[in-house]
């Protein structure tokens, strides 16, 4: 590469540097024209005057389209009005391709045109900022387990079977028979855990939910750890200190990024482990003491999540759920069978749960039984009850939600702007 991106031209200042992007933006004063040039790393003004470049270039600048690709050359100069310290004194450019008219302009968009044309909404600021944001926070994710030693494994996305439940299935049609696309790669997870130790799965997860929330997407991404040997506390002390370094690095590493989506990082600053454990029952007398009609075996809802989120200032851990509520694989609490060894974790300030988890099932003849109390079909389960039969052992895990933490991080209203596409029950273009 002999050309500049916008991050390094501080490290050139008084030299001539070559820069190469999209017009983001252009106004004139007087005799000078100013060009806004925007190449994914940065934003820098460029100043393009009579005496410095030819008759040509300072035409173009005149009349350039926005979102031209051009190539910008210049003198790096030192701008302290500038964002970034920085701009170029031009003196001479090229259009590479002139742009037709842009769709998107300075003014308000409503949602619904902005999603139509998200794959020119991404060059925008503040997504270009969520984009970022959620790859550090995946990176935080994925390195937080490398370090740990946990092995990178991949679920398949075809599958013959459920894992979260047969409601939210997405059937495909498979050759002569039918294919479901993957809920959680849990299951798969647990075969990688009985042969590798601790391992976890970051994929696509897919779910035909027919609910317009600000928070379900029908395509989402997921990361889940899955360990052999581990039980219960410690499960949860892990997803504990997955928030807690997440948190940490998106303050320290995507500072800009929380500036440009104006995120109140005060909140985010008070997120340090340890955070509070509170049973599914001790939930439900907090909800009846804050007047929320709620019957115990009852599941939570958007609103009763987002009353106990609000309770406290950190993340919250619901433990103990009932055992009808919750997947088949679920093992019971020891001390109360009507209980499962579940976990989930809500993010404060209303944004609910971003984490499911819990101790699976670990005898055969407990899974076999769940199975048909579930009503799920056996013979596609069938692998799955062998790690059962050929060395069963404690074993636990959970799913972070990628983009319900982004969400959070960010401190945005909806689930739709942290993925790239995003997938909804009415949107599927573009
Ligand atoms: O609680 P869930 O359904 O748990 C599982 O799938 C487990 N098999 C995970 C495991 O133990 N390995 O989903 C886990 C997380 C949720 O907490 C939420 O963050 C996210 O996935 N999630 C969704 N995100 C966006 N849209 C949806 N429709 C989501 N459904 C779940
Ligand atoms: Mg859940």
Known sequence: MNWLTVDKVHKFEGQQVELRGWIANRRSSGKIRFLHLRDGHGIIQC????????????DLSDRIPYESSVVIRGI???????????????????MLFEAEEYPIAKKDHGVGFLMDHRHLWLRSSKQHALLKLRSQITRTARTFFDDLGFISIEAPVLTPTACEGTTSLFEVAYFDRSAYLTQSGQLYGEA???ALGQIYVH????????????????????????????????????????????VEDSLEKSRDELKILERDTSFLEKIKPPFPRITYSEAVDLLKGKGVEFNWGDDFGADEESVLSESFDKPLFVTRYPADVKAFYMKRDPHDPRLALAVDLLAPEGYGEIIGGGQREDSL????????????????????????????VPHAG???GIERTVTWIAGIHHVRETIPFPRLMDRLYP
């Open 398 to 400: 959970f799913g972070l």
């Open 47 to 58: 100043v393009v005057t009579k005496d410095q470049t030819s008759a040509e270039v300072f």
């Open 192 to 194: 990688a855990a009985m």
């Open 203 to 246: 994929g696509p997860t897919f779910r035909a939910e027919k609910s317009k929330t600000r928070r379900h997407l029908t395509e989402f991404w997921m990361i889940e750890p899955e360990m052999a040997f581990w039980e219960f506390d410690e499960t949860i002390d892990l997803a504990e200190q997955l928030i807690g370094k997440i």
């Open 76 to 94: 790096a100069k030192k701008e302290p009005r500038s964002p970034i310290g920085y701009e170029i004194s031009v003196t001479d450019m090229e």
């Open 365 to 392: 003849e407990q899974l076999e039984h769940r199975i048909e109390q579930h009503g799920l079909d056996r013979e596609p389960l069938q692998w799955y009850l062998d790690l059962r039969r050929y060395g069963s």
